[in-house]
């Protein structure tokens, strides 16, 4: 049996799934950061000091040890692993040291990574997605180019604290020294390449969409943004870019004298979490996926880009010539659990319970729950206002289950119409897809029918491991020519004779394989868009209480 291998490291563990030639699921293995390893003593898979927002790097390392331990003691056979690639959280980013490289390919087998790395990093904690702390950068990067919309019309987004362009910046103004002592600076999905590889991998133009750096429609990075950023020096930290479909090169010696992966395995290149979950889900013209986990995100597929200072667009993860439209939210699943704890029992039965007694609207009640300071809009703080007035908590405190879900739901559809976005379905993922009371909302909100694709609530693993097999085709096909040059990062690579997406319908992956998960409710969708108006008056008076 042949397997693809797909990597997922998100912000709170590091998970693998494998699937065989008709892309059935035949393994899976996680490894939680918090409490598989504890001594790192992080909350979410991050530590959280005010504004500031990062992750040990080693954390990412050694979980990577225990995953591949695991399946070693499982008996997963490694040696029918044909390909891997793989997904990280994104704008996350990861700080090589000078000499790494020879580190990197020189990794004895006796010795865990984690013992061969530990001194690999010039900065040992690495930024990530959940940072707010870079708004001096942002203004610098976005008047350097003539304002924030002539950004996004070069990069796809105007300027955003946790954008890894703005992370550079900081770290090199702050501590100049380990940033001359860099070589390499990576994502957290190149940095995983990297590791699997024995060697630096590219950025991948989807995932690198994510950095304001990079010009999305040339998919290079634009010269006069890395000047600004990162100086002279920046273009050869970060190293080429690479398309989507790029195959890199057999994995590293290492795992192969660990673990018993076979030489002619092959990495292709990973990409970011987002970019990831929509490449499994085979979405046709019309949908819009939700991703909702610990940052949600909404994203669909478009052809003519239109970037906006709200939202962003990327380079599609899958399609040549098309582009990925994203609007993402810092408060989650984390804030929903917390008001879940806050206001019930505990659990989610009490939760929903309350959730499908409250009328929708919630009486003229409305709330704003910005745990962290969030992206979309731009506010911290949480503010609650009934027929129109701020107070202090509702009548019925237990009203805030179903506030906060109503807040997080309304803002996604504003949003999505300021983008000129009006979904004919919706598409759920992520870990609260799982939710039935959840999805329903989603759907009364939207006035849609919510689906939910076959491949439920692991997309970021699973649309790598389905990009591994495609890929894969590709090195079959042609053998090594058609491994990425980074002299050379725009050639064109070979791809099998089917398209990606004819592939996912082909194997019943596609947007033929999904279930309808609710349908809307036409009394509530009525309440609903009779409040879009009043929601959005409010939302813009809570970004001026909770500016930050």
Known sequence: MSLFVGL????????LVAVNDDLEVKFEQAVHFDNDLPHYKTSGGVHQNGLVATAPTLLW??????????????????????????SGQQHGSVYFADGAIQ?????????TLKEQLENSFSYKDSPIWMDSSTGKQCEMLQNSVGGAQKLADITGSSAYERFTGNQIAKLREENPAAYEKTERISLVSSFAATLMLGDYAPIDSSDGSGMNMLNIRTQT????????VGGSQLAEKLGSVAHWDAVLGHISPYFIGRYGFSKDCVITVFTGDNPATLSSMGTVDGDVVISLGTSDTLFLTTAAPKPALDGHIFCHPTEEGSYMAMLCYKNGSLTRESIRDQYTDGTWETFNSIVESTAAGCNGQTGFYFKVPEITPHASGIFKFKDGKQVAEFDDPKVNCRAVLESQFLSMRLHAQQLGVVPKRVMVTGGASANPVIVQLISDVFGVEVYKSVVGANAASLGPAFKARFGYKAYAKEGEKVFFDPKNPGAKHATPDIGYDAELSLKGKGSGNIVVASKPNGDKSLVYTSLVDTYSKLEAEACVLGKY
């Open 8 to 15: 997922d490291f998100s912000t709170q563990q590091v998970k």
């Open 61 to 86: 390392v050694e979980a990577l040890d225990l995953l591949f331990a695991r399946l070693q003691a499982a008996g997963f056979p490694f040696s029918q692993v044909k390909a891997i690639s793989g």
């Open 103 to 111: 580190t990197l390919k020189s990794l004895d087998a006796k010795k």
């Open 221 to 228: 990075w634009d010269e006069h943004i890395l000047q600004v």
